[in-house]
T-cell receptor
Framework: DQQVKQNSPSLSVQEGRISILNCDYT??????FLWYKKYPAEGPTFLIS?????DKNEDGRFTVFLNKSAKHLSLHIVPSQPGDSAVYFC??????????????FGQGTILTVHP | DVKVTQSSRYLVKRTGEKVFLECVQD?????MFWYRQDPGLGLRLIYF???????EKGDIPEGYSVSREKKERFSLILESASTNQTSMYLC?????????FGPGTRLTVL
C-alpha cells in the first residue's frame, strides 16, 4: 500500500518557467512533510519542509503548499534553472513518540529543465 | 556541518557472497536508517535503529540484517547476496524530522 504517491514519473520545463511537482498521501496521521532533491550517484539532499499546521512554506525559489483536506502537497520552483534537473522525492512523517523520525517516501519525479 | 558517510561508493559482488555496508554519522543522532532506491519505486526502508543495539524492520527486510554496536555506526549486512539486491543503498540519520543522507553505495551483484 503506497501511502505517499507521486503520480508523475517525469516533468519537463523550460528554463525560467515554473515547475510544479505534486504529491498525494493517504495516511491522515502524517503531520510533517518534506521534499528532497537527488542527483544521480548522490544521496538525497533536504530541500524544504512543512508542518501540518501551515499551508505554505517558502524558501527562496522553492515554495511548498499543503492542502490537508485533499491530502495533497506540491512543490513550486520559480524560476526553474537547468541545475534544478534532478529527481524530487516527497516524504511524510507521522506524529508520536514511536515514529523515530521515520519517513515514508513517494516514488520520485524526474524534473528536467531545458535551457 | 552535517555529515553522513558510507564505506563505499561502488561495490561489485558475486551471488552468494556476504556483503557489509557501513554508515557513520557525526551528528550524535539517535535514529539511523537504511534504504534502497530503485527506479520507479522511490526509497524503500529496509531497517532502522533508534538506539545502540536496537533495530526495527522496515518495509523490505527480507535478505538483510543490521548491526548497531555504537551510536555513530550502522551496518547493513547481506547474508548471501542475490542479483535482485543490485541497487543503490542509502543510509540516513535523524534526531527527529529531517533525515540527512549519505552519498549512497551502488551495489552490483553478479
Amino acid at each position: 500500500d503506497q501511502q505517499v504517491k507521486q503520480n508523475s514519473p517525469s516533468l519537463s520545463v523550460q528554463e525560467g518557467r515554473i515547475s510544479i511537482l505534486n504529491c498525494d498521501y493517504t495516511n491522515s496521521m502524517f503531520d510533517y512533510f518534506l521534499w528532497y532533491k537527488k542527483y544521480p550517484a548522490e544521496g538525497p539532499t533536504f530541500l524544504i519542509s512543512i508542518s501540518s499546521i501551515k499551508d505554505k512554506n517558502e524558501d527562496g525559489r522553492f515554495t511548498v503548499f499543503l492542502n490537508k483536506s485533499a491530502k495533497h502537497l506540491s512543490l513550486h520552483i520559480v524560476p526553474s534553472q537547468p541545475g534544478d534537473s534532478a529527481v524530487y522525492f516527497c516524504a511524510a512523517s507521522g506524529a508520536g513518540g514511536t515514529s523515530y523520525g521515520k519517513l515514508t517516501f513517494g516514488q520520485g519525479t524526474i524534473l528536467t529543465v531545458h535551457p | 556541518d552535517v555529515k553522513v558517510t558510507q564505506s563505499s561508493r561502488y561495490l561489485v559482488k558475486r551471488t552468494g557472497e556476504k556483503v557489509f555496508l557501513e554508515c557513520v554519522q557525526d551528528m550524535d543522532h539517535e535514529n539511523m536508517f537504511w534504504y534502497r532506491q530503485d527506479p520507479g519505486l522511490g526509497l524503500r526502508l529496509i531497517y532502522f535503529s533508534y538506539d545502540v543495539k536496537m533495530k526495527e524492520k522496515g518495509d523490505i527486510p527480507e535478505g538483510y540484517s543490521v548491526s548497531r554496536e555504537k551510536k555513530e555506526r550502522f551496518s547493513l549486512i547481506l547474508e548471501s547476496a542475490s542479483t535482485n539486491q543490485t541497487s543503490m543503498y542509502l543510509c540516513a540519520s535523524t534526531q527527529s524530522g529531517t533525515q540527512y543522507f549519505g552519498p549512497g553505495t551502488r551495489l552490483t551483484v553478479l
